[in-house]
């Protein structure tokens, strides 16, 4: 099933998430969210997504890799490298805008998968940036807040 995407001023998309607990990551409800929130990334064609955009206000996390949507619960960003580049990010939540966002090029971040396995990971390029923007999500910061040289009113 689709989920609506809140988009922004949406009080919900300003709110941290929760941490998911390992009884909730495997309960059938759960793994249906994410069933629900993979297919709401792909549909509306999304580089990832973040539970809070869907008014659900979990450490849930959906990536769209070159392998197929991943899923990364209750993460951390461990290490961000010293080393950024500055790229062009867009948003479902905030349709229509873009901006220059700086990222780190290389993150090390723990997760849990939808199987409640715990994981560290080196992600560079791609990875890392849709993850640093993602992860944002769910701390309540959207990549508005982040736009190097603002020209438009956001």
């Known amino acids: 099933m ?20 390992k009884e909730e990551i495997l309960s059938s409800d759960f793994q249906n969210f994410l069933k629900d929130l993979t297919q709401t990334m792909l549909e509306f064609d999304g580089a990832g997504i973040a539970a809070p955009q ?5 450490k849930a996390i959906v990536v769209n890799t070159e392998n197929g949507p991943r899923i ?10 010293f080393s950024r580049n500055i790229l062009e990010e867009g948003c479902l939540s905030v349709p229509g805008v873009f901006g220059q966002v700086k990222r780190s090029k290389k993150i090390w971040i723990k997760y849990q998968d939808e199987n409640n396995a715990w994981h560290r990971e080196r992600c560079d390029t791609y990875l890392s940036r ?16 982040k736009v190097i040289n603002k020209k438009n009113n956001f």
């Not at 922004?8 to 998309?13: A, G, T, V």
């Not at 869907?54 to 979990?58: A, D, F, R």
């Not at 849709?130 to 807040?145: A, K, W």
């Open 130 to 145: 849709v993850l640093q923007h993602e992860y944002d999500h769910l701390n309540g910061v959207l990549f508005i807040d």
């Open 54 to 58: 869907v008014g659900v206000s979990k």
């Open 2 to 21: 689709t989920l609506k995407i809140l988009t922004n001023p949406n009080q919900l998309l300003r709110q941290k998430s929760a941490t998911i607990e």
């Open 72 to 81: 990364f619960l209750n993460p951390k960003i461990v290490f961000k490298s």
